[in-house]
């Protein structure tokens, strides 16, 4: 039995830029699980800095080292292994790392696609895109780019004070086109009146407007605002979710299995939707052909219904570390249908993209 960390760089085409910063490339943490002839990987969604989340690739490598690669022994179901991990507070993404390592694993070991292993499946998933900030005449161009390839639904980030006139000159631009905006976190209840200027534009959504950790202002916003609401940042656990639908703080969520621990929890969070009424959709954290094959095989569940910010690996990378990237026709991407995640790795590129390696187990 082994467990292998690799920090790989891999440069993006364009830098990407949210309100809380820009990134020029994707520095993965790709784990490789070895144990009775079965390799599973998976990818943990960290990033080299704690902006998006509290946790960076340095606290993950960390809890997956000191706390969670020992729980691997005996190759638990990625159910065992979340319950034994329950102790441990937060850190949920370098737990999601080890526990989508385990569905790999699992579904290798049975011979069966991960699609198909994550319960009843549409075959496909519905794929949106989500353009970073950038001047309007790049922004303007991406949208038309993107309307052209067939996504579904593009989704703006934007930042204070400017939200307004990049949200108008696209619907201006694309009058029919579902848009949404996606704050990530960077206004306060104090700034509603610049939210409620959005209403106008017909968003589907905006997301994660308030505090990264919020709830309740957020069910203050909703109550102002008439642009639905989607959380993202602030949705950790089964248990948030069910709190935002419960005061009515989103109608819907994005899931990022990382985010919230996993696959089993990212499943659950689709049914309490569901009984809610709400809506869910499958976010990307501009991951590796790894990570994204995950996040694929959730979007294509029955239980997520809106498309998500799966873009094929052509969007971000000009090679990716897998030989076999997604390809999207009419707005849909096809998950894999050979064992598991059903990536192949380039190892000869992957090599070469790896920074540093540790041998964990
Ligand atoms: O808020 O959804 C987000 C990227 C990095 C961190 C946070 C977010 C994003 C994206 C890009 O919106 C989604 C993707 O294309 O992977
Ligand atoms: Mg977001």
Same mark, same amino acid.
């Given at each position: 039995m082994?467990l292998?960390?690799?920090?790989?760089?891999?440069?993006?085409?364009?830098?990407?830029?949210?309100s809380?910063?820009?990134?020029a490339?994707?520095?993965?943490?790709?784990?490789?699980?070895?144990?009775?002839?079965?390799?599973?990987?998976?990818?943990?969604?960290?990033?080299?800095?704690?902006?998006?989340?509290?946790?960076?690739?340095?606290?993950?490598?960390?809890?997956?080292?000191?706390?969670?690669?020992g729980?691997?022994?005996?190759?638990?179901?990625p159910?065992a292994?979340?319950?034994?991990?329950?102790?441990?507070?937060?850190?949920?993404?370098?737990?999601?790392a080890?526990?989508?390592?385990?569905?790999?694993?699992?579904?290798?070991a049975k011979?069966?696609a991960?699609s198909?292993?994550?319960?009843?499946?549409?075959?496909y998933a519905?794929?949106?895109?989500?353009?970073?900030?950038?001047?309007?005449?790049?922004?303007?161009?991406?949208?038309?780019?993107?309307?052209?390839?067939?996504y579904?639904?593009?989704?703006?980030?934007?930042?204070?004070?400017?939200e307004?006139?990049?949200?108008k000159?696209?619907?201006?631009?694309?009058?029919?086109i579902p848009?949404?905006?996606?704050?990530n976190?960077?206004?306060?209840l104090?700034d509603?009146?610049?939210?409620?200027r959005?209403?106008?534009?017909?968003?589907?959504?905006?997301?994660?407007p308030?505090?990264?950790d919020?709830?309740?202002?957020?069910?203050?916003?909703a109550?102002?605002?008439?642009?639905?609401?989607?959380?993202?940042?602030s949705?950790?656990?089964?248990?948030?979710?069910?709190?935002?639908?419960?005061?009515?703080a989103?109608?819907?969520?994005n +899931?990022? @299995?990382?985010?919230v621990? &996993?696959? #089993?929890?990212?499943?659950?969070?689709?049914?309490? /939707?569901?009984?809610? $009424?709400?809506?869910?959709?499958?976010?990307?954290?501009?991951?590796?052909g790894?990570?994204?094959s995950?996040?694929v095989?959730?979007?294509?569940?029955?239980?997520?219904?809106?498309?998500?910010d799966?873009?094929?690996?052509d969007?971000y990378?000009?090679?990716?570390?897998?030989?076999?990237?997604?390809?999207m026709t009419?707005?849909? +991407?096809? @998950?894999?249908?050979?064992? &598991?995640? #059903?990536?192949?790795?380039?190892?000869?590129f992957? /090599?070469r993209?790896? $920074?540093?390696t540790?041998?964990?187990?």
């Open positions: 082994s292998t960390v690799r920090h790989v760089s891999l440069p993006f085409l364009a830098p990407f830029t949210t809380f910063g820009t990134e490339e994707r520095d993965a943490l790709v784990l490789q699980f070895d144990s009775e002839g079965v390799r599973a990987f998976a990818e943990c969604v960290t990033s080299a800095g704690p902006y998006y989340s509290y946790e960076d690739n340095q606290t993950a490598l960390h809890v997956i080292r000191d706390y969670l690669a729980l691997l022994k005996d190759n638990p179901t159910q292994f979340s319950e034994a991990a329950e102790h441990i507070r937060g850190h949920s993404m370098a737990k999601a080890v526990e989508m390592l385990l569905w790999d694993y699992h579904a290798k011979g069966v991960l198909r292993d994550l319960g009843p499946s549409k075959g519905d794929v949106g895109v989500s353009l970073g900030i950038d001047r309007r005449e790049v922004t303007l161009k991406r949208v038309g780019d993107a309307v052209k390839r067939g579904q639904r593009v989704k703006l980030k934007i930042e204070r004070g400017k307004y006139d990049i949200v000159s696209v619907r201006d631009a694309f009058p029919e848009l949404s905006a996606d704050a976190s960077c206004y306060r104090r509603a009146p610049a939210l409620k959005l209403d106008r534009f017909g968003l589907v959504y905006i997301e994660q308030l505090g990264h919020d709830l309740l202002d957020h069910a203050k916003l109550r102002i605002i008439s642009t639905p609401i989607c959380l993202d940042e949705i950790t656990s089964a248990e948030r979710a069910s709190q935002a639908f419960e005061t009515d989103a109608e819907v969520i +899931i990022k @299995p990382g985010r621990g &996993g696959l #089993g929890n990212s499943i659950q969070i689709a049914k309490i /939707a569901k009984k809610h $009424k709400a809506h869910v959709w499958v976010g990307g954290m501009l991951e590796t790894v990570g994204r995950f996040n095989s959730l979007a294509s569940t029955r239980l997520v219904d809106y498309p998500g799966t873009s094929p690996n969007k990378y000009a090679k990716d570390i897998v030989k076999n990237p997604f390809t009419g707005g849909r +991407i096809r @998950p894999n249908k050979s064992p &598991g995640i #059903g990536v192949e790795l380039d190892n000869v992957l /090599a993209v790896t $920074k540093k540790w041998k964990l187990l």
